[in-house]
């Protein structure tokens, strides 16, 4: 068993807050904040989206969990089977049940961690739908707000399937054979079954919801949304609605998701509104136990809390049988904003892959992603930000206590995978290194995450097939290319091209490339294994080009270094033939002596 942070670091010394407790129930993990100075004697019980939704709320909900446990409000969020970090499959053939019921699993866990028998609901998407169908089903609930609630789910069912090809066909990704009539969105997957019964889903038809009060946020955009709220008042339930400002903006892209202050505060106001005063926290005594380890005959895992104070959140997987191997572990790192359970679930189902193949492996969030919480003082943008490092090198330390003497493997996409490399330039623990589609090597100064979105490094190649498409010419006549802007990208791009045969001869002729040189340079001198993947066509391949020439050929120069290009892969390396060339490069590494 790896050592795990019990409840003696509730503050930091740098006023970084601790993050929430993990606990396991029912194959299943979730996060518990208990009540901060002021214990109320009611709990908030989280109910999440499914699918692009939950990837980009899942920040949302850990600063709701933060503000309410600060107000003296205990809370719990978990995912249901099948999603995040739950132990079964996306091909789980349980039905919507199965959520409902463990919805009600959930409810009682958090009554047992938090001594509080009222709950409060929070419930978002098909969240909503989720609590509504428990409660009515009879689980004791004293409110619940309602966040862009799903209220059909035949309506709610076309919108999945056509966002679903919309997102395929922009990352091309071809259906799955096996996809049957379920539903596949961003490597998320519901089977045929659970996606028939949300079908089904009519909650403007629910004949009771014997809850006391209900706060229903509601878009403006979704006459529905404000209509079950009268429903509800109609069945004799105290309701305000409040509108739902920003749903768009949270719910779009996880890397550029905003948060709604708005929908932060009234909530926060509508739940201090319904609970009574409180009990100093310390009097309660309730210490939650160590999560405990959970997992089949293949895999165990165990949810930690690592870091000073127990500042961040992850997820050691571990073989469940004795091995003779003499294999490396392994630090997988989250792309962008994406929860550690990763992109369409890859890094869970990567990590358990590989302990199948008798390798440990921890997964984690970084500060302010997901469910860790922020550092004081740095910047609320943590992504290419050195701050970081600091988070690769306390993983690196937690593992280092439990396996003492240990080498370690870090692999990583986009983000993941330039942090993965700034890391091993840094930290002599680091031997080898798996680097799927890295935008760049270096992050240039002062350039903005935001404006890199908007507008990405593209090759010539880009520019000039691009050119002579006749959807180019007519954006233009229509004016919505800012020439000027293109112009000044493909003049960098030129430069870029012709300045290449000088890179490695002159060490660099910019700062950053002479950054990058010394980079690679350090990991030759220590023969760390560098292994870089990419999908064809990646914009990630611009910046491996300008520095080891087209087709790698400087890669001459490293004898440690390979790369190759993963034929029918996306960016995300989304499709299960993509995943398992990554994993392969992985145990590769993982087992060399």
């Not at 922020?374 to 930000?385: F, I, K």
Request: charged share 25%; with cysteine.
């Amino acid at each position: 068993m790896f050592m795990v942070m019990a409840r003696d670091a509730e503050t930091v010394s740098d006023g970084a807050m601790p993050a929430a407790f993990p606990v396991t129930f029912e194959g299943t993990v979730g996060w518990f904040a208990p009540a901060r100075d002021i214990a109320k004697p009611v709990a908030v019980l989280f109910a999440s989206p499914w699918g692009l939704e939950e990837m980009c709320s899942r920040k949302f909900f850990r600063i709701l969990s933060e503000r309410l446990a600060a107000m003296g409000v205990a809370n719990l969020r978990f995912d249901y089977p099948g999603t995040g970090d739950a132990l079964s499959d996306d091909g789980a053939t349980a039905g919507f049940q199965a959520w409902v019921d463990s919805f009600s699993i959930a409810a009682g866990q958090l009554r047992k961690l938090s001594g509080c028998k009222r709950i409060v609901v929070v419930g978002q998407g098909i969240g909503a739908a989720v609590a509504i169908k428990a409660i009515e089903a009879g689980e004791d609930c004293e409110a619940i707000a309602l966040l862009a609630p799903v209220v059909s789910g035949r309506l709610y069912a076309r919108e999945m399937s056509a966002m679903a090809q919309m997102i395929n066909e922009k990352l091309r990704i071809a259906r799955a054979p096996a996809d049957g009539g379920g539903l596949t969105m961003a490597g998320l997957s519901m089977s045929e079954g659970l996606f028939d019964d949300i079908r089904k889903i009519e909650l403007g038809k629910v004949m009771a919801c014997p809850v006391g009060h209900a706060l229903v946020f509601a878009r403006a955009e979704r006459p529905s949304d404000g209509a079950f709220a009268k429903h509800l008042a109609a069945l004799g339930v105290d309701v305000s609605e409040a509108p739902f400002d920003g749903y768009a903006k949270l719910t779009t892209n996880p890397t550029v998701a905003v948060v709604p202050d708005a929908v932060v505060r009234d909530l926060m106001k509508w739940v201090a509104d319904i609970c009574p005063d409180g009990v100093p926290a310390r009097e309660l005594k309730l210490e939650p136990e160590p999560a405990a380890p959970h997992g089949d005959d293949k895999f165990v895992e165990q949810p930690i809390r690592f870091g000073k104070g127990g500042r961040m959140l992850g997820i050691v997987c571990r073989p469940s049988f004795a091995t003779t191997k003499s294999l490396v572990p392994v630090i997988l790192l989250s792309s962008g904003y994406d929860r550690m359970s990763g992109w369409g679930r890859s890094s869970a189902r990567l990590a358990r892959a590989l302990a199948q193949q008798g390798i440990i492996s921890f997964r984690f969030d970084c500060a302010n992603v997901a469910d860790s919480p922020p550092v004081p003082g740095l910047n609320e943008q943590v992504l290419y930000d050195v701050a970081q490092l600091d988070d690769v090198s306390a993983a690196l330390d937690f593992l280092g206590e439990q396996l003492p003497g240990t080498r370690f493997v870090v692999a990583g996409r986009c983000s993941g995978a330039y942090v993965g490399l700034q890391a091993a330039w840094r930290d002599d623990r680091i031997t080898a290194v798996v680097a799927v589609n890295p935008e760049v090597f270096e992050w240039q100064a002062g350039r903005s995450v935001e404006d890199a979105l908007d507008n990405p490094t593209q090759s010539m190649d880009h520019y000039v097939s691009n050119l002579w498409r006749i959807s180019t010419g007519k954006r233009i006549l229509r004016g919505e290319i800012d020439l000027l802007a293109k112009a000044r990208q493909v003049s960098k791009s030129l430069v870029r091209r012709f300045s290449r045969p000088l890179v490695w001869p002159t060490g660099g002729m910019t700062r950053r490339e002479r950054i990058v040189c010394a980079g690679f340079r350090v990991l030759a001198r220590r023969r760390v294994k560098v292994t870089l993947l990419y999908s064809p066509g990646d914009i990630g391949l611009e910046e491996f080009g300008h520095f080891f020439g087209a087709g790698g050929r400087q890669l001459s120069r490293f004898a440690d270094m390979n790369y190759a290009v993963v034929s029918g892969a996306d960016h995300n390396f989304t499709p299960e033939q993509s995943r398992k060339a990554y994993l392969d490069a992985i145990v590769e590494m993982a087992s060399l002596p």
